[in-house]
Nanobody
């Protein structure tokens, strides 16, 4: 199994910054992709940013130019640097990892428990 440990959420004023971290551990053979989703109250979970093993990235239009995703492959950790935060960024942020536990098994998706980000004055 793969366990994801998230950290870095909290309360920040509009225009401020936060950095989220997500460390993957357990029986990991390989990681195909790592990223972040978010879910605001009353809304569906949506993609924020994703990074494939080769380094290609994908961002939601609403965060382009403000958020940056990065990975430390040696530590199986993914980061989300969030700058110029807006009230509409308020949500629970979930780490997502697509990983294999063995070369014999297909990759599957794993989720963190979520970390609250609140942007408010």
């Amino acid at each position: 199994q793969v366990h994801l440990a998230e950290s870095g959420g909290g309360l920040v004023q509009p225009g401020g910054s936060l950095r989220l971290s997500c460390a993957a551990s357990g029986s990991i053979f390989s990681i195909d992709a790592m990223g972040w989703y978010r879910q605001a109250p009353g809304k569906q979970r949506e993609l924020v940013a994703f990074m494939a093993s080769g380094g290609s990235t994908n961002y939601a239009d609403s965060v382009k130019g403000r958020f940056t995703i990065s990975r430390d492959n040696a530590e199986n950790t993914v980061y989300l640097q969030m700058n110029s935060l807006k009230s509409e960024d308020t949500a629970v942020y979930y780490c997502n990892v697509v990983a294999r536990v063995s070369r014999l098994y297909s990759a599957r998706s794993y989720w963190g428990q979520g970390t609250q980000v609140t942007v408010s004055s």
